[in-house]
């Protein structure tokens, strides 16, 4: 039975390469002369540290530019509100989103179901396995889910015959 996998996932690696790219501008940059603007990242969140809203948007955009540079989708991406950090500073936090949460995965779940599409679908964790009889019905079913707008950055993978 042909089947295959609904996930959402961010190469780790590559988020951490942009950023490199990010502080290696903010480095080299003439506008952040003397300024103390910085990214780092924990396990699933990326913390932004600037000086003024001006620089945090700026930083904000060069991260987004290296991250596109790297293949890595920015709808994976959260940003928060920004906050006030200590010594006149600007901090914000960006929370990366790895799987497909509850509600999404019950949307898309919805939505097979509504299409009569012969297939059935299965909430695995934080992926979704899809199987049908024939590879066409899986492919209708990709397509489906793309018209779905979803701002999460989908992978359709493990096809199967």
Do not use: H
């Amino acid at each position: 039975m042909p089947s295959f996998d609904v996930v959402s996932r961010i190469e780790l690696p590559e988020v951490d390469n942009a950023i490199q790219g990010a502080l290696r501008e903010i480095s080299t940059r003439f506008d952040f002369k003397g300024s103390s603007c910085s990214i780092e990242r924990d396990e699933k969140k990326l913390l932004l540290t600037a000086d003024d809203d001006l620089k945090l948007r700026q930083v904000q955009e060069l991260l987004r530019g290296y991250l596109s540079k790297r293949k890595v989708e920015a709808g994976a991406f959260e940003f928060q509100k920004p906050e006030l950090a200590s010594g006149n500073k600007v901090r914000q936090s960006v929370v990366i989103r790895q799987g497909i949460d509850r509600e999404t995965a019950q949307k898309i779940t919805k939505a097979i179901k509504s299409s009569k599409l012969k297939t059935q679908i299965a909430i695995q964790g934080d992926e979704l396995r899809v199987s049908g009889k024939k590879r066409d019905q899986l492919q209708d079913t990709i397509s489906l889910i793309k018209e779905l707008k979803i701002e999460l950055p989908l992978q359709f993978i493990n096809f199967r015959d």
